[in-house]
């Protein structure tokens, strides 16, 4: 506030405005979102896993026969629901990051040569990228479960199949446009080399399409990750997963509406957060970008 | 264009040669196949019959053969359950799953055009605020929560509508909209968004300053163009989208189609016959509706079309 | 004189924007007669073609808004009228070309198809008779074997062609005045001289009434009788084109004829008018063009200049001529 007295009203105004527009929520839900994650052991009450056979299927707190023991109720099996939904947000998040990270670089590897040689390299990626998008990867999902059993690396597997053509998709776009304009022929003229026209000049004029493309993706992945393990071909059932906690309570909704609840809560405002977050990026970053 | 067509096929065929391969290897990757396809309870004579059906003794090229030739044939295996062939499982429940896909479908453009397009006419408005604010959050709830919280109200609380199974219309309310609900939101979203960019336009202008009136502008001039991108990415993502959709609703919601089988055999009774005919199936319904699109793409844009 | 086919009163049509409201049309008044041409000149942005949508009441929504004024189109003014009312007039009474030919065609439909439409509306033709007055307009426009080619689409037309094509959409059902705004702008330059020489015949045929809209004098010179030239929103000099040429009034008017290159003088470097154009929502309250002006005085900032006329129909606004 002392700065803002010193500086031209106009400056300020230029200075706050954009503040003011920062999604704020979305952002302290995301941070929120991360910090549980890392302090999940410090942060939960009781033990994600642990089976209390005694305590089954109790209330929220603030409901009739609920107890401060357990603020969010328990499951089928006594487990605290807040813990569980408290660790699920290490899942989420360890399982969509490292999902995004391997077929994210993957797509950027194979596409930003292939977009900025052209010729036929580049059209055998496009093809190889329509059959990618073209293949329903959740079947491959459920296949996966049947052959090699459900696991983490089955989830991410099918994650990084579903991400990776996204990404080549847009990074090779984005890359034919860069390679179009002035700076890249000087640089040619100035003698660099292919490899470092690529990493010096045209990959960090990427970097803004790749955070909005990101945010978005994240949101689509953790959501894919939890369909998985709702459906039971995705993390294996005592982890607590989002998707599995809601699937736990799938058979018992009208008596014990809680158990599904908080999760799927867990899901919705992460992956709002993100998309909001996502939309905001975009408009900043790149309008032009579609969703894709 | 029959260019463009062919093209598309060779594509469609080669998609459906990947998952099919891509299917055919994971199960080699997962150790002994015989224990895959026979599934656990299976006796030494079945699964003898099955190393000769499926030439599990010789070398993996002549395997890969058998089986690519039993899959042209519709030869699957059989049920390690039911002892069924497994196609015939598959097909079996195939119509109840149609049923429900088409409707949704249907529901889907009923819902997401008109709102997108209505969004964009009158941009700003109190409606447009409304379709995108259900635009943001409809993107963000997982169909299979919001499944279990439609149980909640219309079966638990309201006993408006039944929890399960297929029987009456009533029955495929719930999963439509666990089905549509993705793919509302997003085309929805799209649509208006398309939509703006084509209102900008000169022809629009053009088209009012020939006096047409308001409905032809924005339903033909409008919607004719707007439609070009909305159907490219539109496909490529809902198409999907209704899939993972269907699984999910059919398995929230009982429904005797294949997406519940798909789920209950694979992950109770690890059936793999069924659910691999099952994949195959579902794989070749998606790839041949996303041909449809392309085709119908390409008669909308007279630019593919007289090419 | 007869009665004008269109009169302008005071028309001020204003965007509401962020910065505040832009005043685009900010009291232009003009008439045009009968069989005549009305050059409309001025550099990119001062309200040229805003004038134009707002005759047709086709300015963007919801951002414009035709605020105030009169458009008397044979004395009936067509600010009052119905919605229902003015789709009748376009394309029937009155018609406009665009500027680019290559994205005022519809993608999707048919060369055919985008003619015929206006004519079905506006002349109640069908099936075949409508398809046969549809080949004849596209001949009118010299659509080589116009009638093979009704049912191909725009991109497989060239530039030039499509706004012929343009052309004939706007004088399918014969209106009495044709607005053009800068129809010219976007094609090579020997087309450009035949596409302004088919106009200039269609119109010795037909006796449409034009609007000619332009920032480029020699078309001016080749194809109109009068001149309005338009400056921040106003018309600032308005003159038959003979006596803008040669006399004249508005210091404006004049830095726009000296910025003509001309081929029989020998010059060292060409004229140019100093400055930028006033940004439109910031207008100062007198003369827009007064910081531009090498002949302003203190005056001339503060107070708008009146309208004064200099001889039968030549008006100028500036306190020099006042």
């Known amino acids: 506030m002392q700065i803002a007295i010193r500086v031209p009203a106009a400056r300020v105004k230029r200075l706050v405005v954009p503040l003011r527009q920062v999604p704020v929520l979305p952002l302290a839900i995301l941070l929120l979102l991360v910090l549980t994650a890392l302090l999940a052991p410090v942060l939960a009450p009781g033990s994600p896993t642990e089976q209390n056979l005694g305590k089954r299927l109790l209330p929220p707190a603030w409901v009739g026969g609920g107890s401060w023991d357990y603020p969010l109720g328990t499951d089928l099996f006594g487990r605290d629901i807040l813990s569980r939904v408290i660790y699920g947000a290490r899942i989420s998040l360890m399982i969509s990051m490292t999902a995004i990270g391997v077929g994210g670089l993957f797509g950027i590897l194979v596409a930003l040569p292939a977009g900025y040689l052209g010729g036929r390299v580049d059209m055998l990626l496009m093809r190889a990228v329509d059959v990618a998008l073209s293949i329903p990867t959740i079947l491959i999902g459920i296949v996966l479960a049947v052959t090699l059993g459900p696991s983490y690396e089955a989830v991410i597997s099918v994650i990084v199949l579903f991400v990776w053509p996204r990404y080549a998709r847009q990074v090779r776009g984005e890359t034919l446009a860069i390679k179009q304009r002035d700076f890249i022929a000087l640089a040619k003229i100035a003698g660099s080399s292919r490899a470092r026209i690529l990493i010096v000049h045209i990959f960090p004029n990427l970097v803004p399409t790749l955070l909005v493309l990101s945010s978005l993706q994240v949101g689509a992945a953790i959501i894919m990750e939890a369909t998985l393990s709702f459906l039971g071909v995705g993390i294996p059932p005592p982890a607590p997963a989002w998707g599995v906690m809601v699937a736990d309570g799938k058979d018992l909704v009208v008596s014990a509406w809680w158990v599904s609840l908080f999760p799927g809560i867990a899901i919705l405002l992460t992956v709002l957060s993100l998309n909001l977050l996502g939309d905001w990026l975009r408009d900043r970053l790149d309008p032009k970008l579609r969703q894709v | ?307 | 004189m007869t009665q004008p086919l269109l009169q302008v009163e005071n028309l001020r049509t204003y965007f509401l924007s962020r910065w505040g409201t832009v005043k685009a049309v900010d009291g232009v008044s003009f008439s045009v007669h009968p069989g005549e041409t009305l050059g409309l000149v001025g550099e990119s942005g001062c309200g040229k073609s805003v004038t134009c949508l707002s005759i047709l009441r086709l300015v963007p929504q919801p951002a414009g808004k035709i605020v105030g004024g009169r458009v008397l189109w044979e004395g009936e003014d067509l600010l009052k009228k119905s919605e229902v009312e003015m789709r009748r007039i376009r394309g029937g009474c009155i018609s406009m070309i665009l500027q680019d030919p290559m994205t005022s065609l519809n993608p999707v439909f048919s060369i055919g198809d985008q003619v015929a439409e206006g004519i079905a509306i506006h002349r109640r033709l069908k099936g075949k008779t409508l398809w046969q007055k549809t080949a004849e307009v596209l001949g009118l426009v010299r659509i080589s074997s116009a009638k093979a080619r009704l049912r191909d689409y725009p991109h497989q037309f060239s530039g030039g062609m499509r706004q012929r094509v343009v052309g004939a959409i706007s004088l399918a059902c014969e209106p009495r005045l044709l607005i053009a705004d800068e129809p010219t702008t976007s094609l090579d330059v020997t087309i450009q001289l035949q596409y302004l020489n088919l106009l200039k015949e269609i119109q010795r045929r037909s006796g449409v009434a034009m609007i000619f809209v332009t920032h480029d004098f020699g078309i001016v010179a080749k194809t109109c009788d009068r001149v309005a030239v338009m400056y921040a929103g106003r018309i600032v000099e308005i003159a038959s084109v003979r006596d803008l040429f040669s006399r004249p009034a508005h210091p404006y008017t004049r830095a726009l004829l000296d910025s003509i290159p001309n081929l029989e003088e020998q010059v060292d470097r060409l004229y140019s008018i100093e400055g930028q154009p006033p940004a439109l929502h910031s207008l100062p309250p007198g003369c827009a063009f007064a910081p531009r002006c090498p002949y302003a005085t203190r005056r001339c900032d503060h107070e708008y200049p009146p309208e004064v006329s200099l001889n039968s129909g030549h008006m100028a606004l500036c306190w020099r001529v006042a």
């Open chain 2, 1 to 307: 264009m029959g260019r463009y067509i062919l093209g598309h096929i060779v594509q469609a065929v080669f998609t459906m040669w990947i998952v099919v391969t891509l299917v055919f290897g994971l199960v080699r990757l997962a150790g002994s196949p015989v224990d895959i396809l026979a599934g656990e309870l299976a006796s030494r004579e079945q699964v003898e019959a099955l190393k000769q059906r499926f030439g599990l003794d010789k070398p993996l090229h002549v395997q890969y053969g058998m089986y690519l030739w039993g899959i042209l044939r519709g030869d699957f295996g059989e049920s390690v359950i039911t002892r069924e062939p497994a196609m015939a499982e598959v097909l079996q429940r195939s119509w109840a799953s149609v049923q429900l896909g088409a409707v949704a479908m249907v529901f889907t453009l009923a819902m997401a055009l008109p709102i997108g397009v209505y969004a964009a006419v009158y941009r700003g408005r109190r409606l447009d605020r409304l379709a995108s604010a259900f635009g943001i959050l409809g993107q963000a709830v997982p169909p299979f929560w919001l499944g279990i919280l439609l149980i909640w109200l219309f079966a638990g609380q309201l006993r408006w509508l039944p929890a399960a199974g297929k029987s009456g219309p009533a029955s495929f309310v719930m999963p439509v909209i666990v089905i549509s609900w993705y793919a509302v939101a997003g085309i929805m979203r799209l649509t208006r968004s398309t939509m703006l960019d084509v209102l900008d336009s000169e022809y629009i202008k053009l088209a009012r300053i020939k006096g047409l009136p308001e409905h032809s502008v924005i339903w033909k001039h409008g919607l004719k163009n707007a439609a070009i991108p909305v159907i490219t990415y539109g496909a490529l993502i809902f198409v999907g989208l209704f899939l993972v959709g269907s699984v999910v609703a059919e398995t929230i919601f009982t429904w005797p189609g294949v997406g519940r089988l798909i789920i209950l055999q694979s992950v109770r009774f690890r059936d793999f016959p069924v659910v691999q005919a099952a994949v195959i199936f579902i794989c070749f319904l998606y790839v041949t509706v996303n041909l449809f699109v392309d085709i119908l793409y390409s008669y909308l844009d007279p630019r593919i079309r007289r090419a």
